[in-house]
């Protein structure tokens, strides 16, 4: 009969599979020989003492007793024939809302103003190479959307423990590594993303859905409150019966468009500021409190916060083992963001560090305009590029530097392949979010002492946190407040932020898609 054991162990055994393995057999009193496999069902890393503890909930397997839990399968049907519902945006919320409906016996159809992943990737290299930008295939837009050349976290905040599962079950079923499904902090890497989502697509075609790149949502045409026909680049129209808009919170076109057609758009707050990169080592260092199994751990992660002056000042998407990379979506804007490999093994570890914002923020310069929070965050993302004097060379400074005031002479060595300019940001960052940056950053000092070293730097804009738009739907369901066909999906509309509660999102939306099918048939 199979066992489950909780246990805790130092790094050095809790990571080495043999190890593991006689541990457990001498705890079981059998050979090692015996055990056929140990399935790991929680692992989560204790670094708050000074030697870390590895905890572990475990399942040691016998002769031919199934290994727990069962394989997963997702149940698929095929859709060929069945009614179309239309989703615009392939990235996690289009693609689980795609599968979803698959489950439920209806057609996705999905479109994509980029590419597939392949050709993605090249046009990414040319970002770097070239430094040109291509405003539909870059680090957000094209198959996969913002998350597929990412660090891939898969945490979050969300409550629903079930809904969170299945979307692991479903990475891990479509190829990511098996440590998604038990590791507390898990990560897929952008080495493996690209497969994952190339895995899907085939999936979702296989079952009878389509997927169209290269097509960019342009126009809507509305007729008697709904939408009556989507309007693509190439002129093409394409009628419509529920939509499921899960553009992102990088299409400003969209929101431009929702805007001009009269379709209510709500403000919200968001977050902005830099991204700190700091040695990993030293970040290892500090977290894992020089423990001599050091070595043994992965890179260490970390997370912050402040409240300062009544705001938020968080850390973002941190990244270990990571770089930083050039995440704007048009010409003459400088935006960064952080991803990392699987193994997570560069020296470097970034992450952002971000001030909240809110419609109070934006005072008497964006009084009267029409999305006046979009408005507050190109502009500063303008200045940043004009900072760079580059399309994707970067403005930054040393840490140190910026809390003194100071000119950085020279820049540390640093993860960012596109090559950073020394830039003042203690003189052109604003004032709302400089302060609360300079405050929250002597107070990450003093909860992780050393991380204030003039050898960590600062980049800007760390400024595609979360949307500054909301498009607002109905709680129960999930359709636009006045357009009662269009389903507002994801982080574009204001309702997740990250892979896990994005894809979270476009199941909801698909289950409200099925059920507005199900009560009409009735
Ligand atoms: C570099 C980077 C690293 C990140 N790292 C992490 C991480 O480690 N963990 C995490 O949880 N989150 C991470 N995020 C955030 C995460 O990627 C997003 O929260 C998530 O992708 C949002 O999903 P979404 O489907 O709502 O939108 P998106 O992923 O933004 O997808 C929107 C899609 O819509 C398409 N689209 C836009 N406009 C149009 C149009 N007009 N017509 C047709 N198609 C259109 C876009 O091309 C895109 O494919 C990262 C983001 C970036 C940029």
Redesign the pocket.
Known sequence: MNKILNLSLRPRVAFSDKALKSVVASKLRVPPSEIRKLNIQKRSIDARKHKVIVHLSLEAVFGKAPVSPSEFFPPYKNVSGSSEVLI????????FAALRLIELGMKPVL????VDIHERKKDIAKLIREKKIDG?SN??????????????????RSKKRGDVDKILRVLHFHGAQEEILFDAHP?IGSDRLPSVIENIRKSIIDHGGEIRFG????DLVLSSGKIKEVV?QTGEHIPVRELIL??????R??YE?LSKKGILLEEKSFALGVRVEHPQELINSIQYHNDDQMAFLPSAEYRLSARIEGRGVYSF?M?PGGYI?P?MTSENEMVV???SSSGRNTPFANSGIVVEVGPGDWGKSEAGKKLPGLNFQMKLERKAFEESGSQVMAPAQRLGDFLEGRFSGSLPANSYLAGLVSSPLHEWLPGIIQNPLKHAFLDFGKKMKGFLTNDAIITGLES?T?SPVRIPRDTQTLEHLQINNLFP?????GY????????V??VRCAEAVFNKNQSVKR
Request: aromatic content about 6%; hydrophobic content about 30%.
């Open positions: 615009i945006g392939t990235g996690p919320a289009g693609l479109i994509e103003r980029g539909n680090y957000c837009f094209g198959e996969g959307g913002a998350g597929t050349f990412s660090d891939g976290k898969l945490y979050t990560h097509c960019r949502l342009t693509l899960a553009t992102g919170h990088s299409a076109d969209i468009l998407c990244c990379i995440s963001n952080g991803m595609r979360s999906c994801g982080e574009g509309a997740s932020g990250g892979i896990i509660s994005s894809a999102d476009g």
